[in-house]
């Protein structure tokens, strides 16, 4: 027992030089005991402590191993630690690791496992909200990470840098939270690599959001969006935009008349039905995207529009060139009348009466509108032979 400062009930120190020297060697077999152990009944104190000062490298202060090799099941833990204090005023950690250490492979724990499907630090949390792992950073340098895994295997293995698993039917397998309520991020994923994907769904991804401060379900760099509402909103601002090049719009819509539009569905859903040009004929026709695999929605939406304004020129020379020839035959009925009234005033000086001149009129008036009919008509073969 020691009762000072700095002290310790019990002191083991090991200086030889072979390997494997033990400053205290204790064991125990019988259930529940323990080999080691140590008690602190000061605040601020600790049970066991271990400290080396070795200047050499792959030093190690406290190191737990069991050496069973010959159990098949069960639980074995090298190291194990357990708090009794469950008041939620307590800040209570069974395992506690600091460093003031700026090189990037530093870790105040660090788990490690060479085993395949093995884990290098398993958090596992059994009641309430509790945590199974929780990375918590204060620090105000720019890259500061609460918990930081990593992944370096290659090849075709599968790994993961952080595992999440969850077996209920609601929480998540990884948690992420942000109470900054002045911005920041609750989770951020990168990938170096211009192949490489920094988030891969194997199922739904699903968005939610309660915090009526956030506008929007989805923000992209590029300025499109997901609202709240469940609208996708491309980005389309003139200043992010270059190499604007002049449409015409007629060959767009013979494009547009021209492309099969049918009615199918995805394999992955079936029952599912979708109306659509295929990707391969729009991109033989506009060339837009990236490949023929896929369709973005703003090229689609811009055919479209170009389309509308094709046919609305294709309508308004139509209209243009029928008003010019209603006008041309407007103007030959009023000749006609004109010349009509002619005659009928010659006939009345004549001496005619009223009868005789309308009917000189109806005689003199029939051949000229005849005469004028057959024009019309021959003009209009004219046009479609042409």
């Known amino acids: 027992m020691a009762g000072g400062s700095n002290t310790a009930g019990l002191y083991g120190f090991a200086n030889a030089g072979g390997v494997g020297a033990v400053g205290i060697d204790a064991s125990a077999t019988g259930t529940g005991s323990a080999g080691v152990r140590g008690v602190?009944?000061?605040?601020?104190?600790?049970?066991?402590?271990?400290?080396n000062d070795a200047?050499?490298?792959?030093?190690?202060?406290?190191?737990?191993?069991?050496?069973?090799?010959?159990?098949?099941?069960?639980?074995?833990?090298?190291?194990?630690?357990?708090?009794?204090?469950s008041s939620s005023s307590v800040v209570a950690r069974a395992i506690f690791g600091s460093v003031n250490n700026s090189n990037g492979s530093s870790a105040g724990v660090y788990g490690t496992n060479s085993a395949s499907g093995g884990i290098g630090i398993l958090g596992e949390s059994n009641?309430?909200?509790?945590?199974?792992?929780?990375?918590?950073?204060?620090?105000t340098i720019t890259g500061a990470i609460g918990v930081l895994g990593s992944a370096t295997g290659g090849g075709t293995s599968t790994i993961?840098?952080?595992?999440?698993?969850?077996?209920?039917t609601s929480g998540a397998g990884v948690y992420a939270i942000q109470t900054n309520t002045s911005g920041g991020?609750?989770?951020?994923?990168?990938?170096?690599?211009?192949?490489?994907?920094?988030?891969?769904?194997?199922?739904?991804?699903?968005?939610?959001?309660?915090?009526a401060g956030v506008n929007n379900a989805i923000d992209h760099i590029s300025g499109a969006k997901l609202t709240t509402g469940g609208v996708w909103t491309n980005s389309s601002d003139r200043n992010k935009k270059e190499n604007f090049t002049a449409l015409d719009t007629a060959d767009v819509l013979n494009k547009v008349i021209g492309m099969p539009?049918?009615?199918?569905?995805?394999?992955?859903?079936?029952?599912?039905?979708?109306?659509?040009?295929?990707a391969q004929d729009f991109f033989a026709a506009f060339a837009t995207g990236k490949d023929d695999k896929s369709i973005g929605t703003v090229d689609a939406d811009g055919v479209?529009?170009?389309?509308?304004?094709?046919?609305?020129?294709?309508?308004?020379?139509?209209?243009?060139?029928?008003?010019?020839?209603?006008a041309a035959q407007a103007a030959e009925l009023s000749d006609l009348k004109s010349r009509?009234?002619?005659?009928?005033?010659?006939?009345?000086?004549?001496?005619?009466?009223?009868?005789?001149?309308?009917?000189?009129?109806?005689?003199?008036?029939?051949?000229?509108?005849?005469?004028?009919?057959?024009r019309r008509r021959g003009g209009t073969n004219t046009e479609k032979n042409s």
């Open 55 to 85: 200047s050499g490298n792959n030093t190690t202060a406290i190191e737990a191993q069991t050496t069973d090799t010959t159990a098949t099941s069960g639980t074995h833990r090298g190291l194990f630690a357990s708090i009794a204090n």
């Open 261 to 278: 539009i049918t009615k199918w569905n995805y394999k992955q859903e079936q029952g599912v039905t979708h109306i659509g040009p295929m």
């Open 340 to 374: 009509v009234g002619n005659l009928e005033t010659l006939a009345k000086q004549g001496g005619l009466s009223m009868g005789q001149s309308a009917g000189l009129g109806l005689v003199v008036s029939l051949p000229l509108l005849g005469f004028a009919i057959l």
């Open 160 to 168: 993961y840098g952080v595992y999440g698993e969850n077996n209920a």
């Open 185 to 211: 991020v609750a989770l951020q994923a990168v990938t170096s690599g211009s192949g490489a994907r920094a988030i891969i769904s194997n199922g739904t991804i699903y968005i939610t959001n309660d915090n």
């Open 127 to 139: 009641s309430g909200v509790a945590r199974g792992v929780r990375g918590l950073t204060s620090s």
């Open 40 to 51: 602190s009944g000061n605040a601020g104190g600790r049970g066991v402590i271990g400290i």
């Open 304 to 326: 479209s529009l170009a389309a509308i304004q094709g046919l609305n020129s294709k309508l308004e020379a139509e209209l243009k060139d029928r008003d010019a020839k209603i």
